[in-house]
């Protein structure tokens, strides 16, 4: 153990939100029971990139002791991760499927009618494949967007390939990882987030803008923000924010 510099997380503050993931470079922090976690001091290189993107001031680089930074043991970290973040579960239920040409049925009424078109729908599970995700319209939704407003498939998921996700229980930095492979790989037409008016549901539209930003292509790009009671509190196209930092 050697004095040195040091990420800290205050817990009271930390709203789970998953930025500061983006913009640690050696993915030493992660979301555990929706707070921001350093997962071992050997990752923390201490210079304080992750800093400037959080919103509620939670972090902060503290002199303590603590186990040096492994240049080596962070780059094996980095390397598994990456693997965890293209693999394939095995799982026959995330074998991509693409069924937007199903036959409606005749009976069903136009508010109840499924309109999905794609499955796996789940970001971890779709990994960096989903070929069917070529030239569409991506409706990227947080997980409870779809039980908070009444007639989702008829208002959001008509005529797009869906995505769900939830920074705040899962990795960002992979979500970040994925969405910038997906939107690299694929000529995607526009991305429409659909989130919730939670704080920690921002990261979602963050990460989401921040991928668009990496991946070097100009995607058309909306967001909808569903409020607690289901009422639509904000809705149409959204510019970018700026790059904060390469990641």
């Known amino acids: 153990m050697a004095l040195r510099s040091i990420i800290e997380i205050d817990e009271e503050k930390c709203n789970g939100c998953g930025q500061c993931i983006i913009d640690c470079a050696e993915a030493a922090l992660q979301i555990v029971n929706g707070k921001a976690r350093l997962i071992k001091e050997v990752y923390c290189d201490g210079l304080g990139a992750c800093l400037g993107s959080c919103p509620t001031g939670a972090l902060a680089i503290a002199q303590r002791e603590a186990a040096p930074f492994d240049e080596a043991a962070t780059e094996e970290h980095m390397k598994e991760a990456k693997k965890m973040n293209e693999g394939f579960c095995g799982c026959a239920g995330t074998k991509p499927v693409n069924f937007s040409e199903k036959t409606k049925e005749s009976n069903v009424s136009t508010d109840e009618q499924p309109e999905l078109q794609n499955w796996p729908i789940q970001l971890k599970l779709i990994g960096t494949g989903g070929a069917y995700l070529n030239d569409a319209d991506i409706l990227l939704a947080a997980d409870c967007t779809a039980f908070s407003a009444v007639g989702f498939h008829s208002r959001f998921i008509k005529g797009k390939k869906v995505i769900i996700g939830c920074p705040k229980l899962d990795n960002a930095q992979q979500y970040f990882e994925q969405l910038t492979g997906l939107f690299k790989d694929f000529s ?60």
């Open 188 to 247: 995607i037409k526009s991305v429409s987030v659909v989130r919730m008016e939670v704080p920690c549901c921002g990261g979602l539209a963050y990460i989401t803008q921040q991928a668009i930003k990496n991946s070097g292509k100009d995607i058309p790009y909306s967001e909808t923000v569903i409020g607690v009671k289901g009422d639509i509190k904000k809705e149409g196209m959204t510019p970018l924010i700026p790059k904060i930092q390469a990641v």
